[in-house]
């Protein structure tokens, strides 16, 4: 319980100060730490608290075609929603301001921030969000409660994207909508993970 205090709010709080109370270098330095302390809490508290070892969570049970067909079938999802419905929803004057106010309206920038997100990013929510809140949520619960340690994993996932949507004024049904779809997404990678014990199927999922 202690580990899931420690570490569940830090991403929202660091969404708050860069987006909404300190926008600029200051809030920019207080979302840095805040991604710094995702990565390093996890391994100092498997070291000190747990007294386990590093690893690199070897998929010695596969899942790697099961992650690959599911990674599919959400993007298809994501573009089925979109082209049908979702653009409407969706001012592009909006979206445009959040983009160059984060700075990613320079193309050189956004392809650099893609290439992070779909690589490292997606590493280290898989590292933070799959591996430890799921196996702390897991631990808390009582025996056989897997199933409510994937959803309670997966809604502490959600909630600093729901923080981050709200901060850049996107409409009410645009954030239920695309958060739904994040609590989805960490719901699946939440299931992976608990079935193959490895972070890396749902590493291809996600990314």
Request: aromatic share 16%; with cysteine; proline share 4%.
């Amino acid at each position: 319980a202690l580990a899931l205090l420690l570490l569940v709010p830090v991403p929202t709080l660091g969404v708050v100060m860069a987006m909404i109370v300190a926008p600029g270098l200051f809030g920019q330095i207080v979302f840095a730490l805040s991604k710094l302390w995702l990565v390093v809490l996890p391994a100092v508290w498997l070291l000190v608290v747990d007294r386990g070892r590093l690893s690199w969570s070897p998929p010695k049970h596969g899942g790697f075609v099961v992650g690959s067909v599911l990674g599919v079938i959400i993007a298809g999802i994501i573009f089925g929603a979109y082209f049908t419905f979702a653009r409407d929803w969706i001012d592009p004057a909006v979206l445009r301001a959040a983009a160059e106010e984060n700075g990613l309206a320079d193309l050189r920038l956004y392809i650099a921030c893609f290439i992070y997100w779909v690589t490292l990013n997606s590493l280290i929510e898989e590292y933070v969000w799959r591996w430890f809140v799921f196996e702390k949520w897991e631990m808390l619960l009582p025996h056989g409660k897997g199933f409510w340690a994937v959803i309670l994993s997966a809604l502490c996932f959600t909630l600093h994207h729901v923080v981050a949507m709200a901060a850049q004024h996107f409409e009410l049904h645009v954030i239920l909508l695309a958060n739904l779809g994040v609590f989805i997404g960490g719901a699946t990678w939440s299931w992976l993970y608990r079935k193959y014990r490895s972070i890396w199927p749902a590493y291809v999922s996600h990314a």
